[in-house]
């Protein structure tokens, strides 16, 4: 009998276990998302001024922030989308997990204590420190926005696969108000918890991802008798590709094109981390900048150890699940872990359906955490830097800021909706790179030339906020991921890609710090040097920081 047919029985299997347990696989799917929304409204009662809402009353120790940031960072993307590419394209597919991780270093060296020191609540009170008030606010919230879009449509696309397949839905509509239905409760997550409640949401998921992650690749690894390369072989061998599968260039190095993309990528990655505007507000929670810098540490232990377990996860997943069958449920492939959680608990058993439940759950709730801390980010950015300083001039009231931000949160949930529902067969962490490309295209360049270069000016900071937004989302819309590729573009039967690129990192970012250095030389603001000199000693040593 051929390996096909096979292949067909098991999805067959699987598909009637997943009906037959379906009532188990939500009752418990429903205890995940009732819990963490029982921490929400239980943080949401303990907020009550603005500094709560946007910074958590800067009551978190070094070790509880480092584990929201690991539980912030460690994304849709992480879990469902380098599980998907390392189960596809094998060593390429891991190249994600060490540019996800070796970001971190960028913004533990440069950026974690002075931006600590610098503001308040937001990337725009840095910047406005020593530059013209409302129009590097504006800026600095238009690109937190796009920044935060760009990345919610991959918590999106991510929550649509997952809910599709624990519910059995295939149908179009069905998974657009899966789309809506995550968009609605990540509303109801900010709106109510705010900044504590969303960290405590993100402690607990990041506890609950670690354990479940050390479950799977321990279950992997005994399948195998805890011999990797065994693993590894067998997963070259069930990959179709052999000892291609274990070497670079399956997906970035066939052409000349994709050896390009792949240094784009790396450098969007590595970057983009330190401009990311969820992930630097997580520095305003801490009272000290000792205690931002250890959080960090804190973070890149716990962020290092689960993507050493993705090797597991993807090349567990190419090696007992198989290419073909993975894309048979998305050709992104990323149901790979879900379908591998099945797996292991044993396809057709109480079991698997109890680990397929568990698993998803947690990568529901690793989605709706970085979801809130998303839109809180972007809902703060609006609040404080657009409506309160630059439409109310400075005299909002914390309830009326409070207010702003809590509607912002709302209009942003509904843009994020309706970008996602057409991101559904994207691969998330493809997705999760462009918002890291954005990132450091628009927002470091700023951030590094504001903290350590004096003839820095307001001009400068429009032109490389500006300039690197506009010419990132302009090469992704003009690109493969958009229109061109009939499998896992945006919009499929068209192709207006004239960028060939699928991320923009290698022209945006060096052409976002070329833009900051010209505008401030040909800027006719003399810098104030004396702002300059506060702003340095603030930022290296705390001295008058809130």
Known sequence: ???????????????????????????????????????????????????DFYAGGRQFTAFQNGLAVSGDYMSAASFLGIAGAIALFGYDGFLYSIGFLVAWLVALLLVAEPLRNSGRYTMGDVLAYRMRQRPVRTASGVSTIVVSIFYLLAQMAGAGVLVSLLLGITSDAGKILIVALVGVLMIVYVTIGGMKGTTWVQMVKAVLLIA????????????????????LGTAAEKSGHGAAFLEPGLK?????????????????????????????????????????????????????????????????????????????????????????AEYLGGVGTTGGAVLLAVISAVAFATILAVVAG????????????????????????????MRAARLATVLIGAVAIALGAFARDMNVAGLVALAFAVAASANLPTILYSLFWKRFTTQGALWSIYGGLATSVILVLFSPVVSGNPKTSMFKGVDFAWFPLENPGLISIPLGFLLGWTGSLLSKEEPDKGKYAELEVKSLTGVGAH
């Open 1 to 51: 009998m051929s390996a096909a047919y096979h292949s067909h029985t098991a999805v067959q299997l699987a598909a009637s276990s997943t009906t037959e347990h379906r009532p188990l696989i939500i009752t418990l799917f429903a205890v995940f998302v009732a819990a963490t929304l029982g921490i929400t409204v239980w943080a949401g009662r303990q907020t009550k001024s603005a500094s």
């Open 212 to 231: 479940g992650a050390l479950l799977m690749t321990f279950l992997v690894l005994l399948k195998f008798d805890f011999n990797i390369s065994d693993l």
């Open 252 to 340: 970035y190095g066939a052409t000349g094109t994709s050896k390009l993309d792949f240094l784009s990528l790396g450098i969007a990655l590595v970057l983009g981390t330190a401009g990311l505007p969820h992930i630097l507000i997580r520095f305003y929670t801490v009272p000290t900048a000792k205690a931002a810098r250890k959080s960090v540490n804190w973070a890149i232990g716990i962020i290092g150890a689960f993507y050493l377990m993705t090797i597991a996860l993807g090349f567990g997943a190419a090696a007992l699940i198989g290419p073909d069958e993975i894309k048979a449920k998305n050709p992104a492939g990323n149901a790979a872990a879900p379908q591998l």
């Open 374 to 401: 998303l839109t809180l980010a972007s809902s703060s950015s609006f609040a404080h830097d657009i409506y309160a300083n630059v439409i109310r001039k400075g005299k909002a009231t914390e309830k009326e800021e």
